[in-house]
């Protein structure tokens, strides 16, 4: 029997492996498109059929990620429109949460845009009052491409906002998650009380019980974090 001492959110890409991934032990789907450049906003019939596939097996959830293309996380105008849309559009048809996020450039690298994320979370409580369930919020790896020394303030700030989860891989796209142990351990610390790190990218079904435990966290994500096999065997 599958573990389950870690909710374990399983990154699908489209339709692709969710029945597998929930079969083997997942219990939250980021639904996604386009992995191959870090996710954007899957099609509105993916959305659909996703969200059903998901409520179908009892205990599971689906946020949905809120990204309008690839490349950096620093919007223009009609971008934010098409994410308030997205968001609306997700939350109308059954969507549990959704995963966001955005920055503005600030000399050689990326701030938190406070404006623009105030912005797309305020779309996202409103819709979840007017249809009477709160849709969580997600921010997602746009996360990492702050200063670190910048992080521990953000979670202050994405917090206060009504952020309940921050994906991190605690350092650059493509570092080993070892290597970044320390400082995903630290921000596990600050965010405690105030919102859940979520541990990803290089977090496998081989290792998830480990770096759980390693960091004090009871969640985790990735596009490994079950073993499919057991899930297409079920």
Same mark, same amino acid.
């Given at each position: 029997?599958? +573990? ?37 906003? *899957? ?24 990204? *309008? ?94 952020? +309940? ?20 351990? +630290? ?11 979520? *541990? ?35």
């Amino acid at each position: 029997m599958e +573990d389950r001492s870690v909710l374990r959110e399983f990154c699908a890409e489209n339709l692709t492996d969710i029945e597998a991934a929930l079969n083997a032990g997942a219990r939250r789907i980021e639904l996604c498109d386009n992995l191959s450049c870090g996710g954007t906003t *899957p099609s509105a019939g993916v959305i659909e059929q996703a969200i059903a596939l998901v409520h179908a097996c009892e205990g599971a959830s689906v946020r949905v990620i809120i990204r *309008p293309r690839g490349g950096d996380f620093a919007y223009n105008k009609s971008e934010f429109k098409a994410m308030e849309t997205d968001i609306r559009y997700a939350a109308a048809n059954g969507v549990d949460g959704v995963v966001l996020g955005c920055l503005k450039r600030a000399g050689d690298g990326f701030e938190l845009d406070i404006e623009g994320a105030q912005r797309l979370i305020s779309v996202a409580r409103s819709v979840g009052e007017m249809r009477g369930r709160e849709l969580g919020i997600t921010f997602h790896m746009a996360f990492d491409e702050l200063d670190p020394k910048a992080q521990l303030k953000a979670i202050d700030t994405l917090a206060d906002m009504g952020v +309940d989860h921050i994906l991190t891989h605690g350092g650059r796209s493509g570092t080993p998650i070892e290597e970044n142990l320390s400082h995903l351990a +630290d921000l596990v610390q600050h965010a405690k009380g105030k919102l859940v790190i979520l *541990p990803g990218g290089g977090v496998t079904y081989e290792n998830v019980k480990r770096i759980a435990k390693e960091l004090g966290v009871k969640e985790a994500h990735g596009t490994k974090i079950v073993d499919l096999n057991l899930g297409l065997k079920s």
